[in-house]
């Protein structure tokens, strides 16, 4: 076995490799790497299924199912899952990642006996195969294409160009994003930076979700996370940056309106600062309950901040909190009997998926699909989380 020689096979071969090579360039590295085979599985948008990229193997591998399966659990988790099989064998399924970015898992099936090592080696493969098929990504719609799982709306497809990844984490914040309805968006919206020892964050939700398909709305959102990065870019504080969005969105559209939350994190004191401009409040879950409930509104929507100054409030965060916030579509998903799902819902799922100890996407992707399967798997407003865990200033630790 060389892992040595797998990795390099693999990084000469890709540099020109198509997304249609990749299936047969990891069966081809698994007889460098001393194992059976290696199958690689991508995500699909709305995170329930694994599907195998399609390669010359016969019979093709099926597609697996995220919840309840040991290559689900090493999705949700991000840690390696083994699992024993016929005449000593085993299958090791690696979580694919770019970065923190959960892309799908990396099937390993061994002949013989399997220690730490090997596993850690198969897991140095799967995070070369992940950096390729992000790569491969970038140029082609091959892998788009199977990812989705039904036909994708323009105004969806617009506004999912323009997100950041659905997750991020360094030594000191994890941030973790996800939108409901993948297919059918309206106005919602999210975006974060980290810069230097300061953590971005903003969520909006345009109106306009019913008028020409939703294009309305995803065209507010867009001035909206355009300006806001423009902001950002240029050094403006909080109470600037509301401002600048505030007459960039107006000056396209006097009459449209987005409701916001803009918020920043000073990750060497914990302090947070936000700016609720006429959003659903925001919760501080700290060590499995709720600690605070963000006050709100502390400014009015988007288009109307040159009626108001906006108040910029504080928070001082304690390390290993977590600062959920969403947007109405959340709590005011309305299941068979009308009731809404409402914020007391919201707040039992949260402090459950903190006990569970489940990563920061785990939390959010969870969440979504209880608030799906409350609904009977048909939203009727998008719903959008953006979940920040402050691990503390390390440095002084």
């Known amino acids: 076995m060389s892992t040595l020689a797998a990795l390099r096979q693999l990084i000469r071969q890709g540099y020109q490799a198509r997304p249609e090579d990749l299936s047969a360039m990891a069966m081809q ?14 995500v699909d948008h709305r995170q329930r299924g694994l599907l195998p ?6 019979p093709q591998p099926e597609p697996v199912a995220v919840d309840g399966t040991v290559a689900g659990r090493a999705y949700t988790t991000g840690r390696p899952q083994v699992v024993e099989v016929d005449h000593g064998g085993h299958v090791v399924w690696i979580p694919l990642l770019d970065g923190s970015e959960r892309m799908g898992v990396l099937q390993v099936v061994t002949g013989g006996p399997l220690d730490e090592q090997a596993v850690d080696d198969y897991a140095t493969v799967a995070a070369l195969v992940g950096e390729l098929v992000v790569t491969c990504d970038l140029y082609s719609d091959t892998i788009e294409r199977l990812r989705r799982r039904e036909p994708m709306r323009l105004a969806a497809e617009m506004l999912r160009a323009q997100l950041p990844p659905l997750t991020f984490a360094t030594s000191r914040v994890v941030i973790a994003g996800i939108l409901e309805p993948c297919y059918d968006v309206g106005g919602d919206a999210f975006d974060y930076a980290v810069n230097e020892d300061t953590a971005h964050l903003a969520l909006f939700d345009a109106v306009g979700h019913g008028s020409a398909g939703g294009m309305r709305a995803v065209i507010l959102a867009s001035i909206a996370l355009a300006a806001y990065r423009n902001a950002r870019r240029g050094g403006l504080d909080l109470t600037a940056t509301y401002h600048h969005l505030d007459d960039a969105v107006r000056d396209h559209d006097r009459t449209g309106m987005i409701t916001a939350v803009l918020a920043e994190l000073d990750q060497d004191t914990g302090i947070l600062r936000v700016i609720s401009a006429g959003h659903p409040s925001g919760i501080v879950l700290r060590g499995g309950r709720v600690v605070t409930v963000l006050p709100t509104p502390t400014a009015l929507p988007v288009t109307l901040g040159d009626r108001r100054p906006p108040v910029v409030i504080q928070e001082a965060l304690e390390p290993g909190d977590q600062v959920l916030l969403y947007t109405d579509g959340i709590t005011e998903a309305r299941g068979k009997d009308g009731d809404p799902f409402g914020v007391d819902r919201l707040i039992d799922f949260a402090t459950r998926a903190v006990a569970d100890d489940l990563p920061a996407a785990e939390t959010a992707r969870r969440l979504v699909h209880a608030i799906l399967e409350y609904q009977q798997d048909c939203l009727q407003d998008d719903a959008t989380i953006l979940l920040l865990q402050w691990q503390g200033d390390l440095t002084k630790s």
Do not use: F, N, Q
């Not at 590295?29 to 991508?42: D, E, K, Q």
């Not at 990229?53 to 016969?58: I, N």
């Open 53 to 58: 990229l399609p390669g010359d193997r016969e």
């Open 29 to 42: 590295a698994a007889g460098l790497l001393g194992v059976t085979a290696l199958v690689i599985y991508v």
